[in-house]
């Protein structure tokens, strides 16, 4: 089944009492058993639901995947996995990350004797000097939430396994329809699913894929013990959503390119941040890792005044300026007083995320009123 058949089919069964071609929304908290132990596979629904189990089954077909497992958050994803550690482990991260997932790290786990180190991953060698004899997991997002920063996939995998690491990918900026790392080696991808594979702003859940049987086994038992699981009706949005998710992401990447060119030539930008430019760092592994380079851009102003920033995220019609990402309709967000205030502003600024920068998600409404809007705004 080729990708574009895939994303409207995957976990899809006509119901089997009705003929429905829908997936039900199962809302239910329990099932009735024949006799103690004898079922229909369901028990309790935080262990099994059946409009779950056909979402789960979506995700695993979307990543090219065995299996796939949802949980209530993306964040509540990223923490099941961490729950696979011990305290005395090392966590070797990416230095542009997702601010949730930084704050997650370092306020939370960090507690309970889980270290984590942050190098620049753009360079497999500055990676490989971070690794320790305690490193067991390296966690990589490609492309990086904000400064679209570009990590070889297939290399870290390398490099992970050869040191006995679990390689974990956040696939969130890029979808399953423009990468899929199971395919170049990673252990488990990470989808916050709120974003492309939802795709309408309008539910909250995560998602993990593997291919492992016996990681698989250890994940299910994480989710199902802490029960940060999503409830039906959720599971049928994400459901419904993935089933435009190529016909969107096809509009996305549209749309976020020609925004991109735009941007570059605007006298009043100094530096667009897209992977789809040839002198972005490492193009050449997007270009061969990703299918296409998305609609996520992030850009700075020539005037490095705050309060130019500030104007133009306020001026803007079209875009809204609101957290998350990956929706119908474009955003516009300040990841310094944003998404990424959990990271202290000193350690931001070394790593390159300036109180000045913008980060676009480009959504899929017509292109000149998206550019037409962006000149008002920044004039």
Known sequence: MRRDTRCIHAGSHPDPSTGAIMTPIYQTSTYVQEAPGVHQGFEYARSQNPTRQALEEAYALLEQGRYGLAFSSG??????????????????????????TYRLFTKVHERFGIHFRFADMRSIDTLAAALTDKTRLIWVETPTN??????????????????????????????????????????????SATKYL???????????????????????FIQKSCGAVPGPMDCFLVLRGIKTLHVRMQRHCENGKAVAHWLRRHPRIAHVYWPGFEDHPNHNIAQTQMRDFGGMISFELQDPDTDAATRVL????????????????????????????????EERIRNGLHDGLIRLSVGIEDIQDLIEDLAQAIG
């Open 75 to 100: 964040v509540a994803a990223t923490d099941a996995v961490l729950r696979l550690l011990a305290p005395g482990d090392e966590v070797v991260c990416g230095n542009d990350m997702y601010g949730g």
């Open 146 to 191: 904000p400064l679209m920063s570009i990590t070889d996939i297939a290399a870290v995998a390398k490099l992970g396994h050869s040191h006995g690491a679990l390689v974990v990918v956040d696939n969130t900026f890029a979808s399953p329809y423009l990468q899929n790392p199971l395919t170049l080696g990673a252990d488990i991808v990470m989808h």
């Open 198 to 220: 939802g795709g309408h702003s309008d539910v909250i859940q995560g998602a993990l894929m593997m291919n492992d049987a016996g990681l698989r086994d250890r994940l299910y």
């Open 314 to 345: 306020s001026s803007t019609h079209v875009f809204a300026l609101a957290e998350s990402l990956g929706g119908v309709e474009s955003l516009i967000n300040h990841p310094a007083t944003m998404t990424h205030a959990s990271i202290p502003r």
